[in-house]
């Protein structure tokens, strides 16, 4: 089953809003809970778009779905950030290389 909701953080910028979306997916990720059919653990993709200029709502939403489809396509559960059209961070690993997520 798959589910799709947006968050919107205002005054978020790239690296933030990286930080945020890979703790959120850290954290499910790290979570198994328990149904009738016994344990079990899910994961997330998460597709991000960072706007600093003035934007259609329109917009930064297709941008932040075409994100999370790369996040899909690329092998699920991980972070795809893109700006504009543009890639922001292709791996958040590289991204976050010196970062501290908590």
């Known amino acids: ?9 205002p005054n ?10 890979e ?6 990720a790290d979570v ?3 149904t009738d059919a ?12 960072i706007c600093e200029d003035a934007f259609d709502v ?5 941008l932040a779905d075409g994100a999370l489809y790369r996040a899909k ?9 893109t700006s504009g059209g543009a890639v922001i961070y292709p791996r958040v690993d590289q991204a976050l290389s010196g970062a501290l997520v908590t």
């Open 32 to 34: 198994p809970f328990q």
């Open 1 to 9: 089953m798959e589910a799709e909701f947006l968050i919107v953080s």
């Open 73 to 81: 396509h690329a092998g699920r559960n991980r972070v795809e950030v």
């Open 58 to 62: 329109g917009s930064l939403i297709h």
């Open 23 to 28: 703790r959120l997916r850290a954290r499910v």
């Open 12 to 21: 978020c910028d790239s690296c933030t809003g990286l930080a945020m979306t």
């Open 38 to 49: 016994g344990m079990i653990s899910l994961t997330v993709s998460l597709g991000v778009a």
